[in-house]
T-cell receptor, first 112, second 114 residues
Framework: GESVGLHLPTLSVQEGDNSIINCAYS??????FIWYKQESGKGPQFIID?????DKRQGQRVTVLLNKTVKHLSLQIAATQPGDSAVYFC???????????FGQGTELSVKP | GAVVSQHPSRVICKSGTSVKIECRSL??????MFWYRQFPKQSLMLMAT?????????EQGVEKDKFLINHASLTLSTLTVTSAHPEDSSFYIC??????????FGQGTRLTVV
């Protein structure tokens, strides 16, 4: 299999603060990226996506930044809420329509 | 968003038996579905890509005779864990791709082999 992470890194933030979750992807040929949120015991939930011809995309309270030069992706969550507590994964597609490969993941903990 | 339903959500089986997990795309047709495995506190590991009407493509290190995949229709893919052993205990997740980009995930199946 591919992209298996070991021991998820954690990020702890105070409610109301902004969160930044980072991801380093592996394939310079990847042209599509997605951020997913996974709550305990559930499947991943789509948050936001971005294509390789963009470097920024905004959604509701979330922004994704893509830096292809250093193969880096980030997810910014504004005014973080307790309901945002979950594990966040970035995923990349090396070719359009192809398989989705997941990054290591980051566990976000929001303190009230 | 599109809905992917996975069943069962939780299953306990005896060692040596086989378990079938179903993945259905409820409101769209999926020519391609993916099966992942996830261990606690780890990322999702792609096991195989399931293509409707053809053989599945397995990732390196995944035994195709151990994990049988069938994708008989555009809305259903099944994963059968054959002769299950305790080390097969894991969280299995399917996803279905809508078009060429966005993939939607099922709720996952917690398999415990005793």
């Amino acid at each position: 299999g591919e992209s298996v992470g070991l021991h998820l890194p954690t990020l702890s933030v105070q409610e109301g603060d902004n969160s930044i979750i980072n991801c380093a992807y592996s394939n310079s040929a990847s042209d599509y990226f997605i951020w997913y949120k996974q709550e305990s015991g559930k499947g991943p939930q789509f948050i936001i996506d971005i294509r390789s011809n963009m470097d920024k995309r905004q959604g509701q309270r979330v922004t994704v930044l893509l830096n292809k030069t250093v193969k880096h992706l980030s997810l910014q969550i504004a005014a973080t809420q307790p309901g945002d507590s979950a594990v966040y994964f970035c995923a990349e597609t090396p070719n359009q329509g192809g398989k989705l490969i997941f990054g290591q993941g980051t566990e976000l903990s929001v303190k009230p | 968003g599109a809905v992917v339903s996975q069943h069962p959500s939780r299953v306990i089986c005896k060692s040596g038996t086989s378990v079938k997990i179903e993945c259905r795309s409820l409101d769209f047709q999926a020519t391609t579905m993916f099966w992942y495995r996830q261990f606690p506190k780890q990322s999702l590991m792609l096991m195989a890509t399931s293509n409707e009407g053809s053989k599945a493509t397995y990732e390196q290190g995944v035994e195709k005779d151990k994990f049988l995949i069938n994708h008989a229709s555009l809305t259903l893919s099944t994963l059968t864990v054959t002769s299950a052993h305790p080390e097969d205990s894991s969280f299995y997740i399917c996803s279905a791709r809508l078009g060429l980009e966005r993939a939607f995930f099922g709720q996952g199946t917690r398999l415990t082999v005793v």
